[in-house]
């Protein structure tokens, strides 16, 4: 009898790894391996679907269904999927890369060199040094549809603006705020919302001299409750080393003080005015002053329109803009 049970114990203890050598794969395992593959990959159509699932931190271009920031402050994964796959999404091929149809291979060689370099800020550096210092820390892509950097039309005979180029990104975050507005850009979308922050830089001479800030970032307000749990103070740290404190409320007591409480609003605004299609109403306000050690200014606008056939179209937008101490 204890020959019988010690000759079960070694089937079993040899049936065991066998078994488990021979499970394969789920399906969702196959395709979670997939899409991490995926993620390497140099064609957007490939890795937004990738990107959007995992969220990691890195430089995925064109895969960004927002094309205007300023305006649209979330959006959710189906609609990103989306627009990625939408006909109005034209790409061409550049040496190995895809890139956006109405770009130049400028602009493949800042996605390239992005990925090379290790950057250090985004103020005085290059695109490239700028795209990789915010990469390691966020998730950063670009507009699906439109060129991020350098495109054919921006060309100029006049020196002064052919110095000029707006480098022009996105950061996606994950969903923090339920006040934040979120749009499904006409998709039925359970997903999670990731929001979007608007990065525009202004580069002169290879050099990226200002930055500004739109959409789900900043808050322009005066209620402290509006700022806290949102998580701006820790993005701005991430972005701008200058703006790192300790005291998050009083970073907020500095922003408001230097951008908030000295707004002044445009001589028309909160005025009905007559247009050419029906009524409208908006109201803008603009500020200036110092933060972080640097130059900062504040836009904010809102609107709403009534249409002669009865639409009650209305919109917003809000920016702000840190620039080198030397400039204004």
């Not at 196959?30 to 159509?45: D, M, N, T």
């Not at 939408?86 to 060689?109: P, Y």
């Amino acid at each position: 009898m204890r020959t019988i049970i010690t000759g079960l114990m070694m089937c079993a203890v040899v049936a065991g790894p066998v078994s488990a050598r021979d499970k394969k794969p789920s399906k969702e395992e196959r395709r979670v391996e997939q899409l991490r593959a995926s993620l390497e990959s140099k064609a957007p159509a490939v890795y937004c679907e990738a990107a959007l699932t995992f969220r990691p931190n890195g430089f995925f271009p064109y895969c960004s269904p927002v094309t205007y920031p300023q305006t649209q402050h979330s959006f959710t994964l189906n609609a990103g999927l989306q627009a990625q796959k939408s006909v109005l999404v034209e790409m061409r091929q550049e040496g190995d890369r895809s890139i956006s149809a109405k770009a130049t291979s400028v602009e493949k060689a800042v996605i390239d060199e992005s990925k090379a370099v290790n950057g250090e800020g985004c103020l005085g550096q290059s695109p490239a040094a700028c795209v990789s210092y915010l990469a390691a820390r966020l998730f950063v892509t670009t507009a699906a549809d439109i060129p991020f950097y350098d495109w054919s039309s921006q060309a100029s005979f006049d020196p002064d603006k052919a110095r000029r180029r707006n480098l022009t990104l996105q950061v996606v975050l994950p969903h923090t705020d339920a006040r934040s507005y979120v749009k499904d850009f006409g998709f039925r979308d359970t997903s999670p919302p990731l929001d979007i922050v608007g990065i525009n830089a202004s580069v002169v001479d290879g050099k990226v001299e200002s930055i500004s800030f739109s959409g789900r970032y900043p808050i322009l307000s005066d209620n402290p409750a509006d700022y806290q749990g949102s998580g701006f103070a820790d993005f701005m740290a991430t972005v701008l080393p200058s703006c790192r404190t300790t005291d998050e409320g009083e970073f907020y007591r500095m922003f408001w003080a230097a951008l908030v409480k000295p707004r002044e609003f445009t001589e028309n605004s909160g005025k009905w005015r007559f247009t050419d299609n029906g009524v409208s109403k908006s109201y803008a306000s603009s500020s200036y002053g110092n933060l972080c050690g640097l130059k900062v200014s504040s836009f904010s606008s809102t609107g709403r329109t009534i249409t002669d056939t009865g639409q009650n179209l209305s919109g917003s937008s809000q920016e702000i803009t840190f620039r080198l101490p030397n400039k204004r």
